[in-house]
Every structure is written in structure tokens, then in C-alpha cells.
């Protein structure tokens, strides 16, 4: 049996499994066998929307409160191309571990639980630790965190605050707490005309010239300024197509894609909203289709974010920025619940090729995740 007080052997382990989203292979089972090994009651969950099924788990060590929840994902993105190093061979060279999934975010799971090995060797901790580790974040997390949420629900089980092991920081651990995220929004526009001679473009309808209005108007202007706890909300272009591999025709139709981060001043009904008017106003036949894959949230500083800034202090001497950028993440779903922050390794290398974390981190980061979960305990 691997020593679990030392984060670095269930690391390589976990990245040994090649977890593909919706692909659990072992992975879950690593984890539980070594969650029960130190004493915790592990829940095996399965959940299948309409898609192949995804394993979860849920493992509590102890009964009363409060329910301390360390939360986080064993599931990878594809290997993709551009790799020197075995994928899943968690190789360690020149003090880095490498292999998908190392960063991004398996290497912070070992690292809680090593976490708790140490707390146990010190004596019982009060309270209770929970972990709830889903297989399907980098898919689409709708049978994942989700669903095992709802599973607490039912069964009258509160978490009263939340670390998610994402790996926050940019250049070097200790630097970044997320307290929340920006909303994401994916907007498809369709514009409709009728096909003709390019020579005769009075007896065609071209959708070109509206669709491009429309995006000048979305795009002319910001969205906001941003304010205390967001940057300013932001419209990125994804996709331009006309599908017209004629020089000579006057296409019949003219599709646009684009992606809005927003923050707490706008919400995914407010900006759904603006995007139709927007269409309304240049007119003709159009189809909008809106999808908001999460809101904005944010977990104003307090207990929960106070303790892991000082336990990062101790063990970093670094003062943590309190931060909401970046993507969207399970702590989506599991603000609805409490209050939920996140914190793990440096992000340089997620999702890509060689995709490493510094060995050396490891031992920091379940130092900081033991002095947070005694702080945490002691507060409440």
C-alpha cells in the first residue's frame, strides 16, 4: 500500500489511469480504495443522462459539522498531439511530473488526501472532511457535479464550505485564490436571404451585409467597465460562415458564432435579451440560438477564503490576489450549496501537450491544504 501521507505516489497513480471524459478506467476506484483505507464512507455514484453514464464519488470521514468538502474532477481532456513524454506514464524528470491530468487536476486531488493523512496521524479531526470528485468536468458536466448534488440534497446532507482543487495560479503557487467566475454565454446566429448572380445582385437577397451589421452593433461598444470583483465583460467572434464555394453566387444564407464572459452586472437572460433586440433591429429573417453554460458568481471574502489566504501566507509567505478570471468550473454548480472557493496548482501547462507540475509544489500545496482545513475547523 502507497504511503498516503506523501501526495506524490496517488498522483502518479491517478494520472496512470487515463480518465478521458467520459472514461473513468480505474481512476474513481484508486481513489476510493485509498479514501477508505484512511476511513472515510465512500459513496460510488453513476449517473447517465441520455449519454454514456459517468462515474462519481462522494466520501465523508466523520459525522458532525462542519462538513469541510474538498471538490474536483478526475476526468481529462484527449492527450491531443505534440507530446515527448508518455501521456500517462507519470514519469518525474529533472523534479516535474508529467502526463495529462498532472496539472489539470489530479496532482491537487493526492494532495488533499495527503492532507488528511497527516491530520489523522496528529489525531481525529474535528468536524467532518468530505470529498466529492466527479468524472464528467471536462465534458458536459451534467452528470457529474451536478448529480451528486443533488444526491446530497435528497438525502439531507449539508456542506457548509467548498475548496475546489482547480489549479488557480499563473506563474507560481500561492498566488491566486478564484472567490468566483464570470458567466459564459454561446450565442449561433443564422441570417436568411436568397440565393443569386453576383452580377445581378439587385434580384438576390444577400445575408452578408445584415449579419455583419449585426455584429458591429453587438461588438461597436463595451459591455461594462467591470467593477470591484470582475474585469469587464467581454465579446469574442468565434465563428464567420457562409459555406460559398462560388465566386459568382450570392450565398442564401450567413452564420456567425461568439462567446461572452460576463459578470455579476449582467446576467444570461439580461444578455439573451440584448442579443434579440440587437437582431430585431437590422431586420430580416433570422434564427438566434443562446446557450449559458453557467452565470457569474462570486463568493465575497470571509471565513473561507480568509483561512486558506493565511494558510497560503504560512506555508508561501505570499499574499494571495483574490481573483474571478478565467473559464467556468463545477463551483458553478456548488455555490448553490455554500460557500465554495478554489485553489490548486500552477495552470501554465493544462491541456497541453507535456502538461507537467512541479514535484516540489505537491509537498507545499498539502501543507497549505492541511493548515486550511485546521483553520476552517477551529473558525466555525
Known amino acids: 500500500m502507497i504511503d498516503l501521507a506523501d501526495p506524490l505516489p496517488l498522483a502518479r497513480e491517478l494520472i496512470r489511469r487515463p480518465s478521458v471524459t467520459p472514461d473513468d478506467a480505474g481512476a474513481l476506484d484508486v481513489l476510493a480504495a485509498a479514501l477508505e483505507?484512511?476511513?472515510?464512507?465512500?459513496?460510488p455514484l453513476r449517473?447517465?443522462?441520455g449519454g454514456p453514464e459517468i462515474r462519481n464519488l462522494y466520501a465523508r470521514l466523520g459525522s458532525e459539522g462542519p462538513n469541510v468538502c474538498f471538490a474536483g474532477h478526475t476526468d481529462v481532456v484527449p492527450v491531443g498531439k505534440g507530446w515527448t513524454m508518455e501521456p500517462f506514464g507519470a514519469d518525474i524528470v529533472?523534479?516535474?511530473l508529467f502526463g495529462r491530468g498532472a496539472t489539470d487536476m489530479k496532482a491537487a486531488i493526492a494532495c488533499f488526501v495527503a492532507a488528511v493523512a497527516r491530520l489523522l496521524a496528529d489525531g481525529t479531526p474535528r468536524g467532518s472532511i468530505s470529498l466529492l470528485i466527479t468524472g464528467d468536468e471536462e465534458g458536459p458536466a451534467v452528470d457529474g457535479t451536478v448529480k451528486v448534488l443533488e444526491w446530497l440534497a435528497a438525502r439531507g446532507e449539508?456542506?457548509?464550505c467548498c475548496i475546489v482543487g482547480e489549479p488557480t495560479n499563473p506563474r507560481r503557487l500561492g498566488e491566486m485564490i478564484k472567490i468566483g467566475r464570470r458567466g459564459s454565454l454561446n450565442c449561433r446566429i443564422a441570417v436568411f436571404g436568397s440565393q443569386g448572380h453576383s452580377a445581378y445582385p439587385h434580384l438576390a437577397d444577400n445575408p452578408i451585409p445584415r449579419l455583419l451589421e449585426i455584429l458591429r452593433r453587438l461588438s461597436e461598444r463595451p459591455l461594462d467597465d467591470?467593477?470591484?470583483?470582475?474585469?469587464?465583460?467581454?465579446?469574442?467572434?468565434t465563428t464567420v460562415d457562409v459555406g460559398n464555394p462560388t465566386a459568382n453566387v450570392i450565398p442564401a444564407e450567413a452564420r456567425a458564432g461568439f462567446n461572452i464572459r460576463f459578470n455579476d452586472l449582467h446576467s444570461?437572460?439580461?444578455l439573451d435579451r440584448w442579443i434579440r433586440e440587437v437582431v430585431a433591429g437590422v431586420g430580416g429573417r433570422t434564427e438566434v440560438t443562446v446557450e449559458v453554460s453557467g452565470e457569474s458568481f462570486l463568493t465575497p471574502p470571509g471565513p473561507l477564503s480568509a483561512a486558506l489566504a493565511e494558510a497560503i501566507a504560512a506555508e508561501t509567505g505570499l499574499t494571495p490576489e483574490m481573483s474571478t478570471t478565467g473559464g467556468t468550473s463545477d463551483a458553478r454548480f456548488i455555490r448553490h450549496f455554500c460557500p465554495v472557493v478554489e485553489f490548486g496548482l500552477v495552470g501554465q501547462t493544462m491541456h497541453?501537450?507535456?502538461e507537467y507540475v512541479a514535484v516540489a509544489d505537491l509537498e507545499v500545496l498539502t501543507a497549505i491544504y492541511r493548515r486550511a482545513l485546521v483553520l476552517l475547523a477551529d473558525r466555525r
Open 158 to 160: 449539508q456542506l457548509d
Open 352 to 354: 497541453k501537450a507535456d
Open 226 to 237: 467591470g467593477n470591484d470583483h470582475f474585469q469587464a465583460s467581454t465579446l469574442a467572434l
Open 37 to 43: 483505507t484512511l476511513g472515510f464512507v465512500c459513496h
Open 47 to 49: 449517473s447517465s443522462t
Open 94 to 96: 529533472d523534479g516535474r
Open 268 to 270: 444570461g437572460a439580461s
